[in-house]
C-alpha cells in the first residue's frame, strides 16, 4: 500500500513539471522523478567567477524537494523544498536562492581560512574550498564548507576505511589560530580515526571467524536449470555436481527471475517450452536483470527446428540443443561454457567500497565491483584465498565472503593502473541477497545518470 502511495505521488509531481514545461519522467520503480529545467541568461556567481548555465536536472525527494544533480556544482546544494512552486521559474528561483546562500556560507569559510593564513582553492568552481595536509598522497585535501568545520579526506590514513558514523567526517577543531595548527589537528584526527577502524575491524573478525567454513577454493559459478524435464533430469545434475558446479533448478521463467534475485548463477539451462511461458523470452529477459550483462543461456528443445533455432540465435542464446538429455554430452559442453573466461558475464560498476581481511593491516579499496567479483584499486598484498569483509557504507553493513584472487594487473606503466581482480565464492547467510539488492540500486542511479 506504501509503495502504490508514493507511486502515486510521484505521478503527481510528474504531470506538474510536465506542465511547468520540464522536461520529466518517472525513474524505474516509481520512486522518484527526474526532471530538466532551462534556466534562465542571468548567471551563476561562482568561486572563480560568473558562469551561465543553460539548464538543472534534478532528482525529487520524497513528494515536496528536488536535489539538482547537474551541473556538478549544483548537486553540493542541500534539498530544496519546492512544494509551493507553480510555474518553472518558481523552481528555477529557488534554486538561485540555495545557492546564493551556500556562496555566502562559503564568504564566511574563506574568510576563516584567510584568518589562519591558508592557501586554498575551489575546484572547478564547485562551492566549497580545499587545501592541501602535507600528507605523502598530494590529492589527500581537506575540505571546507562552513567556517570553523573540516570535512576529512578519504583519501591518506581513512583510505579504504568506511567509517561508523558519518559526522565522523566532519571535525570542527578548538582553539586553532595558525594554518599549521589546523594542518596538525587534522592530521593526528585522521590517525585516530583510522586506528580506532583498523581495530575494530580486527576484533570482528576474530569474533566471527567461525561464521564461514574453512576457505576453500571457490567452485564456478553455480548453474540454473529451467523446467519440468531438467529439474527432474538426476543424471545431469549429478553429472554436473561431479565436474565442480553448484545446481540449482526451477520450472517456470518467473521461478528463474525471482532466483537472480537471491543468488548470481553463471549459466542458465532452460527448456523452450515452460509452462506458462516461451524459454526463449527467458533469454533477453535474464539479460536485463540488474548486473547482468552477457549471461550465457542453453536452450533445450524437444525436437529440432529451424525457426526455433534462428528465433534463439537472434535472441543470443549461446547454444540451442534439441532431443534428449544426454547426461555425459550435456554436462560436458555445459561446463566448458560455464568456465570460459572470455565471457564477462557480469557488468561492472564504479564503486568505491572498503574490503578487509583477518589480520590486515590496511583495508583494500575497489575500483570496480560486479555481482561475483570485484577489481581492487593498487596492487595491495591481498591473499590468494581466504574470508574476506565488504563494507557497505550507504547502509552500514558488513558483508562476509569468501574470494580467491582471479589475476593482477601490473605493467609498470603510469598510464596504466595497477589492479586485482577478486572472485567470490561462498557468502555468509542473507549476505548474496544484500549484495544483490546493493547492486541493484547502484544499477537505478547508474542508468538514471546516463538517461
Not at 32 to 43: F, K, M, Q, R
Not at 153 to 162: C, M, N, Q, W
Not at 221 to 237: D, E, I, K, T
Not at 310 to 320: K, M
Request: hydrophobic residues 45%.
Amino acid at each position: 500500500m506504501a509503495e502504490a502511495e508514493e507511486l502515486q505521488r510521484q505521478r503527481v509531481l510528474e504531470r506538474r513539471f510536465l506542465a511547468m514545461g520540464l522536461d520529466a519522467g518517472l525513474l524505474p520503480g516509481g520512486r522518484a522523478v527526474v526532471a530538466t529545467l532551462p534556466l534562465g541568461p542571468e548567471p551563476f556567481a561562482t568561486p572563480d567567477g560568473a558562469r551561465v548555465l543553460r539548464a538543472v536536472r534534478f532528482y525529487t525527494v520524497g513528494h515536496d524537494r528536488i536535489k539538482c544533480v547537474a551541473p556538478r556544482a549544483l548537486f553540493h546544494l542541500a534539498p530544496i523544498r519546492i512544494l509551493d512552486c507553480e510555474k518553472g521559474e518558481d523552481v528555477e528561483a529557488r534554486i538561485r536562492a540555495a545557492w546564493s546562500e551556500r556562496l555566502q556560507t562559503l564568504r564566511d569559510a574563506r574568510h576563516w581560512l584567510d584568518t589562519l593564513c591558508i592557501e586554498c582553492e575551489a575546484p572547478q568552481g564547485a562551492p566549497l574550498w580545499t587545501f592541501s595536509l602535507g600528507l605523502d598522497d598530494d590529492r589527500a585535501r581537506a575540505t571546507v564548507i562552513e567556517r570553523g568545520a573540516v570535512v576529512l579526506p578519504s583519501r591518506g590514513p581513512l583510505s579504504g576505511l568506511a567509517l561508523e558514523d558519518s559526522c565522523e567526517r566532519v571535525f570542527a577543531p578548538e582553539t586553532i589560530r595558525t594554518g599549521t595548527e589546523l594542518a596538525i589537528a587534522v592530521t593526528v584526527r585522521l590517525e585516530e580515526l583510522a586506528r580506532r577502524k583498523r581495530d575494530a575491524t580486527m576484533r570482528r573478525a576474530a569474533e566471527e571467524s567461525c561464521d564461514l567454513p574453512a576457505p576453500r577454493l571457490p567452485r564456478a559459478a553455480p548453474v540454473l536449470l529451467v523446467g519440468a524435464r531438467l529439474a527432474s533430469a538426476n543424471a545431469l545434475q549429478e553429472s554436473l555436481r561431479l565436474r565442480g558446479f553448484s545446481v540449482h533448478c526451477t520450472t517456470s521463467a518467473a521461478g528463474a527471475i525471482d532466483a537472480f534475485r537471491l543468488q548470481s548463477f553463471g549459466l542458465v539451462f532452460s527448456e523452450t517450452r515452460l509452462d506458462r511461458a516461451d524459454g526463449i523470452e527467458l533469454v533477453p529477459a535474464l539479460r536485463g536483470l540488474p548486473g547482468v550483462l552477457d549471461l550465457p543461456v542453453v536452450l533445450l528443445d524437444e525436437r529440432a527446428s529451424e525457426p526455433r533455432r534462428a528465433a534463439a540465435r537472434a535472441a543470443g542464446a549461446a547454444a540451442y540443443l534439441s532431443g534428449a538429455v544426454d547426461a555425459s554430452r550435456v554436462a560436458a559442453a555445459l561446463a566448458r561454457l560455464a568456465t570460459d573466461r572470455k565471457r564477462r558475464r557480469f557488468a561492472r560498476y564504479e564503486r568505491t567500497l572498503s574490503i578487509s581481511w583477518p589480520g590486515c593491516d590496511k583495508p583494500a579499496v575497489t575500483s570496480e565491483v560486479g555481482r561475483l567479483g570485484c577489481l581492487l584499486r593498487g596492487s595491495a598484498p591481498v591473499p590468494p584465498l581466504g574470508r574476506y569483509a565488504l563494507h557497505l557504507p550507504e547502509t552500514g553493513r558488513t558483508l562476509r565472503l569468501e574470494a580467491e584472487v582471479l589475476y593482477r594487473l601490473s605493467d609498470g606503466s603510469a598510464w596504466s593502473p595497477t589492479g586485482v581482480g577478486l572472485r567470490f565464492g561462498a557468502f555468509e547467510p542473507d549476505a548474496e541477497p544484500a549484495w544483490i539488492e546493493y547492486l541493484t540500486r547502484l544499477d537505478q542511479a547508474t542508468r538514471a545518470s546516463a538517461a
